[in-house]
């Protein structure tokens, strides 16, 4: 039984984060990859979508230069011959300010001759903003 695509993709994206050598991933990416974060694109210019090779190793290397991944651990993992999905927490420091943040993740992910082709993840961006921010976000009520 060969390795699923998503576990060398996986350890090759943190190695790449932690050691903030994103042209490491390359040879796994597929030319045409269509990556997106979902989040505040305003306060985290990194997030958002992307398309092509040098587009995402680009985005890869803004996430490294602002973040250091800490720790991480699988929630959840569900895997398809050619995709995979799973829910994840992520222990983080904002390299600017030595701030730890937590965060979670769902990401699905899809590969072509086991390389990334398509990648979705959403973040729960209000808990994300928080933190960065340190403070609490105070909404109005909008219902009684």
């Given at each position: 039984m060969t390795e699923h695509s998503l576990w060398r993709f996986?350890?090759?994206?943190?190695?790449?984060?932690?050691?903030?050598?994103?042209?490491?991933?390359?040879a796994l990416l597929d030319d045409d990859v269509d990556w997106a974060i979902?989040?505040?694109?305003?306060?985290?210019?990194?997030?958002?979508?992307?398309?092509?090779?040098?587009?995402?190793?680009?985005?890869?290397?803004?996430?490294?230069?602002?973040?250091?991944?800490?720790k991480f651990e699988?929630?959840?993992v569900m895997l398809g011959v050619d995709s995979a999905a799973s829910m994840m927490r992520y222990s983080l420091t904002a390299v600017d300010s030595n701030k730890?943040?937590?965060?979670?993740?769902?990401?699905?992910?899809?590969?072509?001759?086991?390389?990334?082709?398509?990648?979705?993840?959403?973040?729960?961006s209000f808990d994300l903003v928080e933190q960065t921010l340190g403070h609490p976000i105070h909404l109005p009520k909008i219902a009684s």
């Amino acid at each position: 039984m060969t390795e699923h695509s998503l576990w060398r993709f996986s350890r090759a994206l943190h190695r790449a984060l932690s050691e903030r050598r994103p042209e490491d991933l390359a040879a796994l990416l597929d030319d045409d990859v269509d990556w997106a974060i979902y989040g505040p694109i305003d306060m985290f210019p990194f997030l958002g979508a992307r398309r092509g090779k040098a587009a995402v190793l680009d985005v890869v290397g803004q996430i490294a230069d602002n973040f250091q991944v800490r720790k991480f651990e699988r929630e959840t993992v569900m895997l398809g011959v050619d995709s995979a999905a799973s829910m994840m927490r992520y222990s983080l420091t904002a390299v600017d300010s030595n701030k730890p943040i937590s965060l979670r993740i769902a990401h699905f992910v899809r590969f072509r001759a086991g390389r990334l082709l398509s990648m979705r993840v959403l973040l729960d961006s209000f808990d994300l903003v928080e933190q960065t921010l340190g403070h609490p976000i105070h909404l109005p009520k909008i219902a009684s």
